[in-house]
Structure formats: structure tokens, C-alpha cells
């Protein structure tokens, strides 16, 4: 059996909480001979900037270069305010999206039948609702140059942001989604702002492009990012794979969270390029949760969407898809048995602890495995 190795980057706020749960499931794989995980932990973010100065230290980088998967919880927090720009905890962050070359991200947006009722929408319209959500994840207006505030005089300044794609940058990222979309529903909604940018119209064109000469046999649409917004809180599951660049994929993927309940229930992956000769992909996963600061601390988080993160690197990164399915499965079966965490109690007012939902899905998981 071969060995994976991960780094675990726990970060700040309730990510340490939520990755004590994931190692419990990569430990239990281990026991029985489902797979063979090597971990090391290091520190990025607010916690690595009050370690090191800098919100990823250049020895942690390195791990991530090397190993097979990165697993990250969360960064930020009010403590790092104050800190410079270059480098609050986000920054950490975006030097792993960077320097990995992790262009494409995955957000699933799933609604769990026993959480159709916790939608800020009706049941009729989120319940069965499977979404992949693809966004250009290293270029755009984050990455774009120039990128400052120029000081005008006066009292005045000016912010400047860049947005910049080319041509081969989104030709990859829509490779992705229309690879994607051939495993799942065959259909493709690419969405840009071609009525006002310029970037919108070559992205239009270039998806366009791809899609008749590579994907003719995949549904495509197009649709205006604002206009998709609006469509995915009216009827969401008009969409399958949804593709868009950088910025809007951003906006989008939370809008898209809403839908299932909680932003706690939401995984996400970041992939770079396959290698030619291995077709391995350097790769990130994470919930999309954030660091949640108000509650660290307090046990009550949900680590549902970090579990869910590993079981997209069991798929993705491993080629583990029945364990992959496994820890899919085992989630649903815990969410029909009615436990909740306080972000997905509803209306009750009871709810587990972090730590019970984690035990929880690793005795779901041993149920299953018999």
C-alpha cells in the first residue's frame, strides 16, 4: 500500500479544532488498511506570523512543495488587524495558491436531505441540489499588476487593482470544468462580465473556443456573473458545473453556500497541473468556512466541512474513490440520525460538541467498513 503524504496546516481560529477531527479519520483509514497516510504539521497565518514574522515560513513551504496534499483549516482573525498587508494570515494563503500553482478550485455545493429545511430557501428548491462550483484560483484581479494605493495629493488617493487573464489561463481552468461536467450532469455555465470588461470578453471567447474544439458533446452556456447570482437563489439547480474566474468565482461559491444550510458543510479543493508522465497534481484542500474567531475556542464548530475536505483529497489526490464515497456516505447517515452542531441545530436548542460530531462520522465510518 503506498504511503500519501500530507501536510496538515491548521492555522488559526477553529481550524486547529476542526483538523483534530480529520486526523481521527485519517488515523482510523490507517488502522484498517483503507490507506497509509505520513503527516507533518506546520503553521500558517496569524499563527505563523506570531512564530515566524511571516504568515507561511519558507521551511513550511517546502513541505508543501514535497508532499502529496496539503490540508488546510483556516486563517485570520482580529488579533492580526494591525499587521502589515504583506503580511496579514491571508497572505499565507495566497502564497500556497501561488506557489503551488493551484489554478483551478473545487467547491461543491451539496444540500444533505436532512439539512433541506436549515436553507435560507424553501425545500422544493435546494433539496437534491449538487453543484461544482470551478474558479480560476491564481490569476484575476487578486494577482493582477499593477496593485497599490497611489497617493494623489490633496488628501486624496487611489486604489488599483488589475484584472488580467490570458488566453491559456482560462483555457486550462474551462478544461477543468468540462472535464468535470462529462463525470457529472454534461453541462457547463461559464460566467464573466463581457457587457463591461474586457477580460470578460476574451473569457467568453476563449470558453467558447475550447468548447468546439475540444467538448462539443458537453452542454455550454453562458451567463452573466451578476444575472447567475440572482439564478442561483431562485432555482439553483438549473446548474451543474458552474465555471468563472477568479473574483467572481469568490462571490459565487458563498452565495452557493447559503444554499445548503451552513457555510460549515462546505469542502473545497485547489489543484494545480497534472504532471505529464504521473498525472499527479500538487493540491490544497480546505473547508470554506474561514477561522470563525468569535466562536475558537468554544468546541461548538463544525467540522463537517474540514472532513469533507479530506474525503475530496481521498478522490482527487488518491485515487481513493470508494473511500472517498465512504466519508460522503458516513456524513449523510450522521445527518439523518438527526445530530447537529450549533450552526445546523435550526430550531432546536440542542447540538453536539466538535468533538462528538467527529466521533460521530468516525463511528459512521466503522459501520460502514463492517
Known sequence: ?????????????????????????????????????????????????????????????KLAMDCDAVIFGAVGGPKWDAVPY?????????????????FANLRPAICYPALADDSSLK???????????????TGGVYFGEPKEIIDLGNGQKRGIDTQVYDTYEIERIGRVAFELARKRGNKVTSSEKRNVMKSGVLWHEVITALHKREFADVKLDHMLADALGMQLV?????????VTDNLF???????????????????????????????????????VHGSAPDIAGKGIANPIAM??????ALRYSFNLGDAADMVDKAIANVLDSGLRTADIKGASTSFVSTVEMGDAILAALRALKT
Open 1 to 61: 500500500m503506498a504511503t500519501h503524504k500530507l501536510l496538515l496546516l491548521p492555522g488559526d481560529g477553529i481550524g486547529p479544532e476542526v483538523m483534530a477531527e480529520v486526523v481521527k479519520v485519517a488515523d482510523w483509514m490507517g488502522q484498517e488498511g483503507i490507506a497509509s497516510f505520513e503527516s507533518e504539521t506546520g503553521l500558517v497565518g496569524g499563527a505563523a506570523y506570531d512564530a515566524h514574522g511571516q504568515a507561511i515560513s519558507g521551511s513550511d513551504m
Open 86 to 102: 504583506d503580511m496579514r494570515p491571508e497572505a499565507g494563503l495566497l502564497r500556497l495558491r501561488k506557489d503551488l500553482a493551484l
Open 307 to 312: 472532513i469533507a475536505s479530506f474525503g475530496m
Open 234 to 242: 431562485r432555482w439553483p439547480k438549473q446548474f451543474d458545473v458552474i
Open 249 to 287: 468565482g469568490d462571490m459565487l461559491s458563498d452565495v452557493a453556500s447559503m444554499l445548503t444550510g451552513s457555510l460549515g458543510m462546505l469542502p473545497s479543493a485547489s489543484l494545480g497541473e497534472a504532471d505529464p508522465i504521473t498525472g499527479k497534481r500538487r493540491a490544497m484542500y480546505e473547508p
Open 123 to 137: 425545500r422544493d428548491i435546494v433539496e437534491g441540489l449538487d453543484i461544482m462550483i470551478v474558479r480560476e484560483l
